[in-house]
Protein backbone atom coordinates (compact mmCIF):
# COMPACT_ATOMS: atom_id res chain seq x y z
CA UNK A 1 0.00 0.00 0.00
CA UNK A 2 2.45 2.75 -1.60
CA UNK A 3 -0.65 5.25 -1.52
CA UNK A 4 0.05 5.48 2.84
CA UNK A 5 3.38 7.92 1.34
CA UNK A 6 1.08 10.33 -0.15
CA UNK A 7 -1.54 10.24 2.25
CA UNK A 8 1.21 10.83 5.18
CA UNK A 9 0.65 14.64 3.45
CA UNK A 10 -2.50 14.79 2.13
CA UNK A 11 -4.70 13.71 5.38
CA UNK A 12 -3.30 16.67 7.63
CA UNK A 13 -3.88 19.39 5.14
CA UNK A 14 -7.07 17.94 4.30
CA UNK A 15 -7.84 17.42 8.21
CA UNK A 16 -6.42 21.28 8.68
CA UNK A 17 -9.48 23.09 7.40
CA UNK A 18 -12.05 21.47 9.54
CA UNK A 19 -11.48 22.85 13.01
CA UNK A 20 -12.44 25.86 11.32
CA UNK A 21 -15.42 24.21 9.55
CA UNK A 22 -16.57 22.89 12.39
CA UNK A 23 -15.69 25.53 14.79
CA UNK A 24 -19.49 26.43 14.22
CA UNK A 25 -20.64 24.31 16.01
CA UNK A 26 -18.55 23.44 18.83
CA UNK A 27 -15.18 25.52 20.35
CA UNK A 28 -13.39 21.89 21.51
CA UNK A 29 -13.62 20.46 18.08
CA UNK A 30 -10.44 20.82 17.01
CA UNK A 31 -8.90 18.62 19.42
CA UNK A 32 -10.80 15.77 18.20
CA UNK A 33 -10.10 16.30 14.60
CA UNK A 34 -6.53 16.99 15.50
CA UNK A 35 -6.64 13.61 17.89
CA UNK A 36 -8.12 10.85 15.19
CA UNK A 37 -5.68 12.59 12.71
CA UNK A 38 -3.28 11.98 14.81
CA UNK A 39 -3.79 8.26 14.92
CA UNK A 40 -4.29 8.08 11.58
CA UNK A 41 -1.14 9.36 10.62
CA UNK A 42 0.65 7.11 12.89
CA UNK A 43 -1.17 3.80 11.54
CA UNK A 44 0.09 5.33 8.22
CA UNK A 45 3.49 6.07 9.05
CA UNK A 46 3.82 2.38 9.97
CA UNK A 47 2.56 0.69 7.31
CA UNK A 48 5.11 2.71 5.26
CA UNK A 49 7.79 1.39 7.79
CA UNK A 50 6.52 -1.92 7.24
CA UNK A 51 6.72 -1.82 3.50
CA UNK A 52 10.31 -0.10 3.65
CA UNK A 53 11.48 -3.13 6.23
CA UNK A 54 9.60 -5.98 4.17
CA UNK A 55 10.49 -4.42 0.85
CA UNK A 56 13.11 -1.86 1.08
CA UNK A 57 12.80 1.84 -0.62
CA UNK A 58 9.84 2.33 -2.73
CA UNK A 59 8.85 5.81 -4.62
CA UNK A 60 5.58 7.77 -5.15
CA UNK A 61 4.80 9.60 -8.35
CA UNK A 62 2.29 12.10 -7.73
CA UNK A 63 -0.38 11.93 -10.64
CA UNK A 64 1.47 9.00 -12.08
CA UNK A 65 3.60 11.62 -13.55
CA UNK A 66 7.01 10.02 -14.50
CA UNK A 67 10.36 11.39 -12.76
CA UNK A 68 12.08 13.83 -13.48
CA UNK A 69 9.33 15.92 -14.42
CA UNK A 70 6.89 14.67 -11.82
CA UNK A 71 7.13 14.86 -8.33
CA UNK A 72 8.56 11.54 -6.69
CA UNK A 73 8.05 10.55 -3.29
CA UNK A 74 10.38 8.20 -1.29
CA UNK A 75 10.04 5.90 1.17
CA UNK A 76 13.61 4.53 2.50
CA UNK A 77 14.87 3.50 6.46
CA UNK A 78 15.43 6.91 6.63
CA UNK A 79 12.15 8.75 5.55
CA UNK A 80 10.19 5.59 7.04
CA UNK A 81 11.83 6.07 10.69
CA UNK A 82 11.44 9.90 10.53
CA UNK A 83 7.83 9.75 9.37
CA UNK A 84 6.88 7.29 12.60
CA UNK A 85 8.95 10.08 14.74
CA UNK A 86 6.73 12.23 13.29
CA UNK A 87 3.52 10.55 13.87
CA UNK A 88 4.42 9.38 17.59
CA UNK A 89 5.20 12.94 18.43
CA UNK A 90 1.97 14.28 17.14
CA UNK A 91 0.06 12.41 18.89
CA UNK A 92 2.11 12.63 22.55
CA UNK A 93 1.92 16.63 21.97
CA UNK A 94 -2.30 16.46 21.04
CA UNK A 95 -2.82 14.20 23.91
CA UNK A 96 -0.65 16.77 26.04
CA UNK A 97 -2.74 19.86 24.88
CA UNK A 98 -6.08 18.39 25.65
CA UNK A 99 -5.23 20.00 29.39
CA UNK A 100 -2.58 22.44 28.90
CA UNK A 101 -3.81 23.90 25.43
CA UNK A 102 -4.03 25.95 23.91
CA UNK A 103 -7.39 25.11 23.09
CA UNK A 104 -8.38 26.94 19.70
CA UNK A 105 -9.74 25.72 16.40
CA UNK A 106 -7.07 27.78 14.69
CA UNK A 107 -4.35 26.46 16.87
CA UNK A 108 -5.35 22.28 15.48
CA UNK A 109 -5.22 24.08 12.44
CA UNK A 110 -1.96 25.11 12.41
CA UNK A 111 -0.47 22.33 13.90
CA UNK A 112 -1.97 19.90 11.49
CA UNK A 113 -0.73 22.36 8.86
CA UNK A 114 2.51 22.01 10.51
CA UNK A 115 1.90 18.39 10.30
CA UNK A 116 1.66 18.19 6.84
CA UNK A 117 4.53 20.43 6.47
CA UNK A 118 7.50 18.59 8.37
CA UNK A 119 5.89 15.07 6.47
CA UNK A 120 6.62 16.59 3.22
CA UNK A 121 9.91 17.71 3.93
CA UNK A 122 10.50 14.08 4.84
CA UNK A 123 8.98 12.13 2.13
CA UNK A 124 9.62 14.61 -1.10
CA UNK A 125 12.20 13.53 -3.77
CA UNK A 126 12.24 16.98 -5.43
CA UNK A 127 13.87 19.75 -4.57
CA UNK A 128 11.19 22.66 -5.39
CA UNK A 129 9.04 20.79 -3.59
CA UNK A 130 11.01 20.73 -0.63
CA UNK A 131 11.00 24.11 -0.73
CA UNK A 132 7.25 24.09 -1.27
CA UNK A 133 7.00 22.00 2.54
CA UNK A 134 9.91 23.83 3.81
CA UNK A 135 7.53 26.86 3.57
CA UNK A 136 4.67 25.15 4.55
CA UNK A 137 6.50 24.36 7.81
CA UNK A 138 7.38 28.00 8.38
CA UNK A 139 4.29 29.64 7.49
CA UNK A 140 2.75 27.26 10.50
CA UNK A 141 5.38 27.27 12.62
CA UNK A 142 5.04 31.53 12.38
CA UNK A 143 1.55 31.30 14.01
CA UNK A 144 2.07 28.76 16.52
CA UNK A 145 4.56 30.79 18.15
CA UNK A 146 2.61 34.01 17.80
CA UNK A 147 -0.48 31.80 20.06
CA UNK A 148 0.84 32.66 23.30
CA UNK A 149 -0.47 35.78 23.00
CA UNK A 150 1.95 37.81 24.66
CA UNK A 151 3.53 40.66 23.19
CA UNK A 152 6.79 38.94 23.37
CA UNK A 153 5.62 36.06 21.72
CA UNK A 154 4.14 38.15 18.52
CA UNK A 155 7.68 39.75 18.63
CA UNK A 156 9.42 36.34 18.45
CA UNK A 157 7.13 35.07 15.71
CA UNK A 158 7.98 38.37 13.79
CA UNK A 159 11.53 37.78 14.28
CA UNK A 160 11.33 34.14 12.82
CA UNK A 161 9.35 35.08 10.31
CA UNK A 162 12.00 37.50 8.84
CA UNK A 163 14.44 35.23 9.63
CA UNK A 164 13.13 31.88 8.42
CA UNK A 165 12.04 33.95 5.53
CA UNK A 166 15.88 34.85 4.35
CA UNK A 167 16.58 31.08 5.11
CA UNK A 168 13.97 29.71 2.34
CA UNK A 169 14.65 32.64 0.03
CA UNK A 170 18.32 31.46 -0.16
CA UNK A 171 17.36 27.38 -0.63
CA UNK A 172 14.67 28.68 -3.46
CA UNK A 173 17.81 30.78 -4.86
CA UNK A 174 20.25 28.01 -4.68
CA UNK A 175 17.31 25.88 -6.42
CA UNK A 176 17.42 28.52 -9.23
CA UNK A 177 21.27 27.79 -9.90
CA UNK A 178 20.86 24.37 -9.89
CA UNK A 179 18.00 24.17 -12.33
CA UNK A 180 19.68 26.75 -14.49
CA UNK A 181 22.98 24.63 -14.46
CA UNK A 182 21.35 20.87 -15.03
CA UNK A 183 17.83 21.57 -16.22
CA UNK A 184 15.92 19.30 -13.27
CA UNK A 185 15.06 19.17 -9.95
CA UNK A 186 14.20 15.56 -8.68
CA UNK A 187 17.29 14.95 -6.41
CA UNK A 188 18.01 11.62 -8.33
CA UNK A 189 18.25 13.16 -11.69
CA UNK A 190 20.13 15.83 -9.93
CA UNK A 191 22.61 13.68 -8.44
CA UNK A 192 23.08 12.34 -11.97
CA UNK A 193 23.59 15.29 -13.92
CA UNK A 194 25.65 17.52 -12.03
CA UNK A 195 28.77 15.25 -12.27
CA UNK A 196 28.60 16.28 -16.13
CA UNK A 197 27.98 20.16 -15.60
CA UNK A 198 31.35 19.94 -12.58
CA UNK A 199 31.00 20.12 -9.71
CA UNK A 200 34.13 23.54 -9.81
CA UNK A 201 31.20 25.09 -12.20
CA UNK A 202 30.02 28.42 -10.65
CA UNK A 203 26.48 27.91 -11.05
CA UNK A 204 26.76 24.58 -8.96
CA UNK A 205 28.92 25.99 -6.08
CA UNK A 206 26.51 28.95 -5.81
CA UNK A 207 23.68 26.49 -5.69
CA UNK A 208 25.31 24.54 -2.67
CA UNK A 209 26.58 27.61 -0.54
CA UNK A 210 22.99 28.91 -0.92
CA UNK A 211 21.24 25.69 -0.26
CA UNK A 212 23.10 24.80 2.62
CA UNK A 213 23.03 28.26 4.21
CA UNK A 214 19.24 28.66 3.67
CA UNK A 215 18.98 25.31 5.37
CA UNK A 216 21.67 26.22 8.58
CA UNK A 217 19.06 28.72 9.13
CA UNK A 218 16.29 26.37 9.66
CA UNK A 219 18.61 24.28 11.60
CA UNK A 220 19.28 27.17 13.72
CA UNK A 221 22.91 26.63 13.52
CA UNK A 222 25.26 29.51 15.14
CA UNK A 223 25.46 32.10 14.50
CA UNK A 224 22.24 31.84 12.21
CA UNK A 225 20.01 30.93 15.39
CA UNK A 226 19.01 33.69 16.70
CA UNK A 227 15.12 33.44 16.02
CA UNK A 228 15.80 29.87 17.75
CA UNK A 229 15.45 31.42 21.27
CA UNK A 230 13.13 33.56 21.40
CA UNK A 231 10.62 30.74 19.34
CA UNK A 232 11.00 28.24 21.86
CA UNK A 233 10.93 30.92 24.94
CA UNK A 234 7.58 32.59 24.31
CA UNK A 235 5.48 29.57 22.62
CA UNK A 236 3.25 28.16 24.72
CA UNK A 237 4.43 24.75 25.92
CA UNK A 238 3.08 22.63 23.85
CA UNK A 239 3.85 24.57 20.52
CA UNK A 240 7.85 24.44 22.23
CA UNK A 241 7.75 21.03 22.45
CA UNK A 242 6.64 20.42 19.11
CA UNK A 243 8.77 22.67 16.90
CA UNK A 244 11.77 21.81 19.06
CA UNK A 245 11.15 17.75 18.11
CA UNK A 246 10.32 18.52 14.82
CA UNK A 247 11.24 21.64 12.95
CA UNK A 248 14.82 22.01 13.12
CA UNK A 249 14.92 18.01 13.02
CA UNK A 250 13.53 18.02 9.02
CA UNK A 251 15.86 21.00 8.24
CA UNK A 252 18.74 19.05 9.09
CA UNK A 253 17.00 16.12 7.31
CA UNK A 254 16.78 18.13 4.39
CA UNK A 255 20.31 19.27 4.84
CA UNK A 256 21.67 15.34 4.66
CA UNK A 257 19.35 14.37 1.68
CA UNK A 258 20.75 17.04 0.13
CA UNK A 259 24.42 16.98 0.75
CA UNK A 260 24.22 12.83 -0.25
CA UNK A 261 21.34 12.49 -2.57
CA UNK A 262 22.10 15.57 -4.84
CA UNK A 263 25.84 16.90 -4.22
CA UNK A 264 27.17 13.32 -3.61
CA UNK A 265 30.54 12.38 -1.55
CA UNK A 266 31.92 13.12 -5.24
CA UNK A 267 31.22 16.81 -4.63
CA UNK A 268 33.10 17.00 -1.04
CA UNK A 269 35.81 15.10 -3.63
CA UNK A 270 36.03 17.63 -5.79
CA UNK A 271 35.13 20.86 -3.23
CA UNK A 272 37.28 19.98 0.00
CA UNK A 273 36.77 23.33 1.48
CA UNK A 274 32.73 22.84 1.19
CA UNK A 275 33.31 19.97 3.85
CA UNK A 276 36.07 21.66 5.97
CA UNK A 277 33.81 25.05 6.55
CA UNK A 278 30.86 23.11 7.07
CA UNK A 279 32.69 20.85 9.50
CA UNK A 280 34.10 23.94 11.00
CA UNK A 281 30.58 25.84 11.05
CA UNK A 282 29.32 22.87 13.13
CA UNK A 283 31.87 22.57 15.86
CA UNK A 284 31.62 26.53 16.31
CA UNK A 285 28.02 26.06 17.33
CA UNK A 286 28.50 22.72 19.48
CA UNK A 287 30.74 25.22 21.98
CA UNK A 288 28.82 28.39 21.35
CA UNK A 289 25.47 26.40 21.88
CA UNK A 290 26.11 25.08 24.82
CA UNK A 291 28.42 28.08 26.31
CA UNK A 292 25.15 30.28 25.89
CA UNK A 293 22.99 27.32 27.45
CA UNK A 294 24.98 27.24 30.70
CA UNK A 295 24.28 31.08 31.24
CA UNK A 296 20.43 30.77 31.45
CA UNK A 297 18.15 30.76 33.97
CA UNK A 298 15.04 30.07 32.14
CA UNK A 299 14.88 26.21 31.42
CA UNK A 300 12.99 26.74 28.04
CA UNK A 301 15.86 29.65 27.04
CA UNK A 302 18.29 26.96 27.70
CA UNK A 303 16.92 24.20 26.04
CA UNK A 304 16.89 26.71 23.27
CA UNK A 305 20.05 27.19 23.04
CA UNK A 306 20.89 23.93 23.96
CA UNK A 307 19.17 22.76 20.68
CA UNK A 308 21.90 25.06 18.77
CA UNK A 309 24.56 22.72 20.21
CA UNK A 310 23.07 19.25 19.93
CA UNK A 311 22.68 20.10 16.05
CA UNK A 312 25.95 21.29 16.01
CA UNK A 313 26.44 17.97 16.64
CA UNK A 314 24.36 16.36 13.69
CA UNK A 315 25.75 18.72 11.11
CA UNK A 316 29.49 17.79 12.37
CA UNK A 317 27.83 14.09 11.89
CA UNK A 318 27.12 14.44 8.22
CA UNK A 319 29.91 16.72 7.47
CA UNK A 320 32.74 14.15 8.54
CA UNK A 321 31.24 12.06 6.02
CA UNK A 322 31.97 8.82 6.68
CA UNK A 323 29.04 6.22 7.43
CA UNK A 324 29.67 5.85 11.28
CA UNK A 325 29.70 9.65 11.94
CA UNK A 326 26.26 9.82 9.64
CA UNK A 327 24.88 6.65 11.37
CA UNK A 328 25.62 8.73 14.49
CA UNK A 329 24.01 12.10 13.23
CA UNK A 330 21.19 9.98 12.34
CA UNK A 331 20.99 8.05 15.72
CA UNK A 332 20.73 11.69 17.24
CA UNK A 333 18.53 13.09 15.37
CA UNK A 334 16.00 11.11 16.34
CA UNK A 335 16.99 10.63 19.69
CA UNK A 336 16.48 14.65 19.85
CA UNK A 337 13.27 14.84 19.33
CA UNK A 338 12.03 12.25 21.46
CA UNK A 339 14.58 13.69 24.61
CA UNK A 340 14.06 17.74 23.50
CA UNK A 341 10.30 17.72 23.02
CA UNK A 342 10.15 15.83 26.49
CA UNK A 343 12.39 18.16 28.36
CA UNK A 344 9.80 21.03 27.12
CA UNK A 345 6.70 19.08 27.93
CA UNK A 346 8.16 17.81 31.25
CA UNK A 347 9.19 21.78 31.94
CA UNK A 348 5.73 22.50 30.97
CA UNK A 349 3.92 19.91 33.58
CA UNK A 350 6.19 21.45 36.49
CA UNK A 351 5.09 24.96 35.94
CA UNK A 352 1.88 24.06 35.32
CA UNK A 353 1.84 22.05 38.53
CA UNK A 354 4.02 24.58 40.70
CA UNK A 355 4.80 27.69 39.15
CA UNK A 356 7.93 26.86 38.40
CA UNK A 357 9.60 29.00 35.27
CA UNK A 358 13.03 29.94 36.56
CA UNK A 359 16.22 27.61 37.71
CA UNK A 360 15.72 29.09 41.53
CA UNK A 361 11.94 28.39 41.05
CA UNK A 362 13.09 24.30 40.64
CA UNK A 363 14.79 24.18 44.16
CA UNK A 364 13.15 21.33 46.00
CA UNK A 365 11.07 20.41 43.36
CA UNK A 366 11.42 16.53 43.49
CA UNK A 367 9.65 16.63 47.24
CA UNK A 368 6.47 18.98 45.12
CA UNK A 369 6.31 16.80 41.79
CA UNK A 370 8.76 13.84 42.19
CA UNK A 371 7.60 12.28 38.67
CA UNK A 372 8.00 15.20 36.77
CA UNK A 373 11.48 16.00 38.22
CA UNK A 374 12.54 12.13 37.55
CA UNK A 375 11.33 12.88 33.86
CA UNK A 376 13.27 16.02 33.55
CA UNK A 377 16.71 14.37 35.36
CA UNK A 378 16.57 10.90 32.85
CA UNK A 379 15.74 13.31 29.86
CA UNK A 380 18.70 15.74 30.88
CA UNK A 381 20.80 12.88 31.70
CA UNK A 382 20.25 11.12 28.29
CA UNK A 383 20.71 14.52 26.58
CA UNK A 384 24.21 14.54 27.95
CA UNK A 385 25.33 10.87 26.82
CA UNK A 386 24.80 8.50 29.68
CA UNK A 387 24.48 4.92 28.55
CA UNK A 388 22.44 3.05 28.25
CA UNK A 389 20.11 6.49 26.62
CA UNK A 390 20.08 7.34 23.18
CA UNK A 391 22.27 10.50 23.34
CA UNK A 392 25.06 8.56 24.31
CA UNK A 393 24.65 6.01 21.09
CA UNK A 394 24.50 8.66 18.80
CA UNK A 395 27.49 11.03 20.53
CA UNK A 396 29.69 7.59 20.40
CA UNK A 397 29.01 6.90 16.79
CA UNK A 398 29.87 10.82 15.41
CA UNK A 399 33.43 10.73 18.00
CA UNK A 400 34.51 7.40 16.49
CA UNK A 401 33.73 8.48 12.86
CA UNK A 402 35.39 11.75 13.79
CA UNK A 403 38.35 10.06 14.96
CA UNK A 404 38.13 7.86 11.92
CA UNK A 405 38.54 10.76 9.45
CA UNK A 406 41.08 12.14 11.96
CA UNK A 407 39.17 15.00 12.84
CA UNK A 408 40.53 15.01 16.17
CA UNK A 409 39.30 18.69 17.11
CA UNK A 410 35.95 17.46 15.91
CA UNK A 411 35.87 14.82 18.44
CA UNK A 412 37.59 16.38 21.41
CA UNK A 413 34.54 19.23 20.64
CA UNK A 414 32.30 16.54 21.18
CA UNK A 415 33.75 15.57 24.43
CA UNK A 416 33.66 18.96 25.67
CA UNK A 417 30.31 19.95 24.71
CA UNK A 418 29.23 16.59 26.96
CA UNK A 419 30.93 17.87 29.75
CA UNK A 420 29.28 21.44 29.10
CA UNK A 421 25.72 19.76 28.62
CA UNK A 422 26.47 18.04 32.10
CA UNK A 423 27.07 21.63 33.91
CA UNK A 424 23.90 23.36 32.47
CA UNK A 425 21.52 20.56 32.92
CA UNK A 426 23.57 19.82 36.77
CA UNK A 427 22.42 22.86 37.54
CA UNK A 428 19.00 22.34 37.13
CA UNK A 429 19.24 18.98 38.61
CA UNK A 430 20.87 20.00 41.99
CA UNK A 431 18.00 22.47 42.78
CA UNK A 432 15.56 19.98 42.02
CA UNK A 433 17.30 17.39 45.04
CA UNK A 434 19.45 18.66 46.92
CA UNK A 435 18.42 22.86 47.15
CA UNK A 436 16.79 23.97 50.65
CA UNK A 437 13.21 24.16 50.28
CA UNK A 438 11.84 25.98 53.05
CA UNK A 439 12.03 29.47 50.93
CA UNK A 440 9.56 27.69 48.65
CA UNK A 441 7.18 26.45 50.99
CA UNK A 442 4.97 29.10 51.52
CA UNK A 443 4.64 29.29 47.66
CA UNK A 444 3.70 25.75 47.15
CA UNK A 445 1.15 26.08 49.94
CA UNK A 446 -0.33 29.35 48.43
CA UNK A 447 -0.61 27.44 45.24
CA UNK A 448 -2.21 24.28 46.91
CA UNK A 449 -0.14 22.61 44.55
CA UNK A 450 0.09 18.69 45.17
CA UNK A 451 2.90 16.46 44.39
CA UNK A 452 3.06 15.86 40.46
CA UNK A 453 0.21 18.55 39.93
CA UNK A 454 -3.09 18.02 41.66
CA UNK A 455 -5.55 21.08 41.27
CA UNK A 456 -2.31 22.74 39.91
CA UNK A 457 -0.67 26.68 40.62
CA UNK A 458 -3.23 29.28 40.82
CA UNK A 459 -4.47 30.72 37.55
CA UNK A 460 -3.31 27.94 35.94
CA UNK A 461 -5.16 24.61 34.82
CA UNK A 462 -4.26 21.28 36.32
CA UNK A 463 -1.85 18.55 35.23
CA UNK A 464 -3.74 15.67 33.98
CA UNK A 465 -2.89 12.24 33.96
CA UNK A 466 -2.59 12.50 30.31
CA UNK A 467 0.15 15.36 30.40
CA UNK A 468 2.20 12.94 33.17
CA UNK A 469 1.60 9.89 31.07
CA UNK A 470 3.27 12.01 28.04
CA UNK A 471 6.13 13.07 29.82
CA UNK A 472 6.93 9.69 31.47
CA UNK A 473 6.67 7.94 28.17
CA UNK A 474 9.18 10.70 26.37
CA UNK A 475 11.85 9.40 29.12
CA UNK A 476 11.25 6.29 28.71
CA UNK A 477 11.45 5.95 24.95
CA UNK A 478 14.74 7.98 25.26
CA UNK A 479 16.04 5.11 27.54
CA UNK A 480 14.47 2.03 25.12
CA UNK A 481 15.57 3.59 22.09
CA UNK A 482 19.55 3.15 23.13
CA UNK A 483 18.75 -0.44 23.54
CA UNK A 484 17.59 -0.46 19.84
CA UNK A 485 20.29 2.22 18.69
CA UNK A 486 22.21 -0.93 16.90
CA UNK A 487 18.55 -1.88 15.30
CA UNK A 488 18.15 1.87 13.94
CA UNK A 489 21.47 1.36 12.35
CA UNK A 490 20.30 -1.54 10.75
CA UNK A 491 17.70 0.48 9.34
CA UNK A 492 19.47 3.77 7.69
CA UNK A 493 22.45 0.80 6.37
CA UNK A 494 20.75 0.69 2.79
CA UNK A 495 20.26 3.74 2.43
CA UNK A 496 24.03 4.84 3.56
CA UNK A 497 25.36 2.09 1.62
CA UNK A 498 23.77 3.32 -1.45
CA UNK A 499 25.53 6.97 -0.17
CA UNK A 500 29.12 5.48 0.39
CA UNK A 501 29.34 2.87 -2.29
Known amino acids: MTDALVFLVVAPIVAALLPIAFGAFSERAGWAVAAVTAVVQLGLSLVVARRVLTGGRFSYEVGNFQPPMGIELIGDGVSATLLVLIAA ?241 LIHLVGHAVMKGGLFLTVGVIAAGTGARTLDDFAGLADRAPVASAAFAVLAFSMVGIPPAVGFAGKWNIVLGAVTAGEWIVAAVVVVSTLMTLAYFARFIERIYFADVSEHAADADAAQTVADGGPGAVGRPPVSLGMRVVVVAAAVTAVLLGFVASDLVDIFRPVLEVYFA
Open 89 to 329: VTLGVVAYARRAGPHSNAFYSELLLLTAGVSGVVATGDVFNLYVFIEITGLATYALVASGRSARAAVASLKYLFVGTIGASLYLLGVGYLYVATGTLNMADLAETLPTVGYASPLVLTGFGLIVTGLLVKVALFPLHTWQPGAYAESPDTVSAYISALVSTVAAYALFRIVYAVFTLEFFAAVPAARDILVLLAAISVVAGSALAVMQSEPKRMLAYSSVSQFGLVVAGIAIANETAVFGA
